[in-house]
């Protein structure tokens, strides 16, 4: 948890105290775009710009929301910015992006973890409902927590939730049942 | 209580977020309906192994890359702070500005000595640009170094230490596949990164084609010499030049092992299936290959 007054400090003007501040948070800034993007390149490149947003708009944090999560809510609007355009840029169709992930067979087989299959399900679900998922597992946020970085009703929130983790138990039953792995 | 309303409570209790009445409501159904109690095994063994997702780390400080932005920024802000000499808490300016150049020939220098950076890097790894294909790590950390001084003027002011700083940042992505051409400059720079400087340069010419295949194989990171532990808590990293690596401790990316020099290239780093030990192999200048292991619990490497 980043301390409260290294957050003042780097509001009040001090710009050691900003760099520290990106330090401690640029691991999780990263996990969260990493696991949106499903892509380390776009990950970075995602990561750099929500830092850098994190820099210049670090005076417009007001107290009254959790520092970690409006941390969490620039950098999935970014990642969502990226991922729609990214789509209607290829304009690929969700289905198709289903086949894209079965090019890579091959590395797929002899991968031996499980979080790899997780993880490409993840990237087939709708962008809501795997945003949810990402903060809800890789932040461990609370229902509240993921609410306020979405700006999403409570009620939302667990539907998406819900449903996601439906289509993923889904996904990897089938998975399970294709024997691609063996 | 039908099946439907029992998903809901099903849902909520793999998030914890049921009181013991509901708990004992949902269990009364689970009981009785065998559908839902392979349910309820499913969505909880799903969750935890959510729960269980390797905590990527990024392989290179996402905070040193976008350290000579940061610095521009900074400037910006307060040069603006002078000029206006009113609002001095005005927020930084927008990133892309074309300002006038008040500093001109120190804006120029800036952008040379950035230029001749971006470019010795280039011309030191021709082979990385033409294979990008790969999404591989060389082409992670690039364009953004090439980028930087061409879209914007780079700060005269930019201390030594933060182009040194992102100079290191490029080798530790780049190092890995780098060329035999680049082993001087690819040296001095793994000298400014603390590792062993006399690295052998023959050790360099591994083919890059080779290497991307590995970081389409290793999976979430991608580094061609990396590998997580099954468990999600270590990350075993080859180091500069392969002939070194570390044991890395994902959740707070402390180093808890780094390994002498060897004396050859370190590969097919490999996970046993409890963590406990890492296999690799050590190929020498003449290409044989021996295989080793490293015991997380005792720390230490031996042939096996």
């Not at chain 1, 990106?22 to 776009?42: G, P």
């Not at chain 1, 198709?96 to 002899?110: H, I, P, R, W």
């Not at chain 2, 500093?103 to 950076?117: E, M, N, P, Q, S």
């Not at chain 2, 890995?176 to 001087?184: H, K, V």
């Amino acid at each position: 948890m980043v301390e409260p007054a290294l957050i003042k400090a780097a509001q009040a003007g001090d710009r050691e105290a900003l760099v520290t501040l990106l330090r401690e948070i640029e691991n999780q800034v990263y996990r969260t775009a990493y696991y949106l993007l499903n892509n380390e390149q776009d990950a970075l490149d995602a990561s750099q710009d929500a830092l850098i947003r994190i820099y210049t708009k670090i005076g417009s944090y007001e107290e009254k929301a959790q520092f970690r999560t409006w941390v969490q809510r620039i950098v999935t609007n970014i990642c969502i910015d990226k991922f729609r355009r990214k789509k209607s840029s290829v304009s690929i169709e969700e289905h198709e992006m289903v086949f894209e992930a079965g090019d890579n067979v091959e590395t797929e087989v002899l991968s031996a973890y499980a979080a790899e299959e997780i993880r490409e399900a993840i990237g087939k679900l709708p962008e809501h409902h795997r945003t949810v998922v990402v903060l809800r597992y890789l932040q461990d946020f609370s229902y509240n927590e993921i609410a306020d970085s979405l700006n999403l009703p409570l009620n939302t929130v667990k539907s998406y939730l819900f449903r996601a983790r439906q289509q993923l138990q889904i996904l990897l039953q089938d998975y399970q049942k294709g024997g691609v792995r063996g | 209580m039908n099946c439907q309303e029992v998903m809901e409570l099903m849902q909520r209790y793999v998030d914890g977020d049921l009181d013991e009445q509901e708990t004992s409501l949902m269990m009364d159904h689970t009981g009785q309906c065998p559908d839902c109690a392979a349910m309820l095994v499913r969505l909880q063994k799903l969750s935890s192994e959510l729960e269980q997702l390797p905590r990527v780390v990024p392989k290179f400080s996402i905070v040193d890359s976008i350290m000579p932005e940061l610095e521009r920024l900074h400037i910006e802000a307060t040069d603006e702070g002078q000029e206006t000499s009113g609002s001095r808490d005005a927020s930084p300016a927008p990133i892309r500005s074309n300002r006038p150049s008040r500093h001109l020939f120190g804006k120029v220098a800036g952008t040379v000595a950035a230029g001749v950076i971006a470019g010795l890097l280039l011309f030191g790894h021709p082979d990385q640009w033409l294979l990008s294909g790969s999404k591989g790590s060389n082409d992670a950390s690039a364009p953004s170094l090439a980028a930087a001084p061409a879209k914007n003027e780079s700060s005269s002011l930019m201390s030594k230490r933060s182009s040194e700083l992102d100079m290191s940042d490029q080798s530790g992505g780049t190092g890995e596949t780098g060329s035999a051409s680049n082993a001087d400059s690819g040296n001095s720079i793994a000298g400014a990164m603390g590792i062993a400087p006399e690295a052998n340069p023959s050790s360099v010419e591994r083919p890059t084609l080779t290497t991307g295949d590995e970081s389409k194989i290793s999976g979430f990171t991608v580094a061609s010499e990396q590998a997580e532990s099954p468990d999600g808590k270590w990350s075993a990293v080859a180091g500069e030049e392969a002939q070194t690596f570390k044991i890395v401790k994902i959740e707070d990316g402390s180093v808890i092992y780094s390994s002498q020099p060897l004396e050859g290239t370190i590969g097919s780093l490999e996970w046993n299936d409890t963590s406990t030990i890492l296999y690799y192999t050590v190929t020498d200048a003449q290409g044989n290959q021996t295989n080793w292991q490293f015991d997380l619990a005792a720390s230490k490497e031996s042939k096996r």
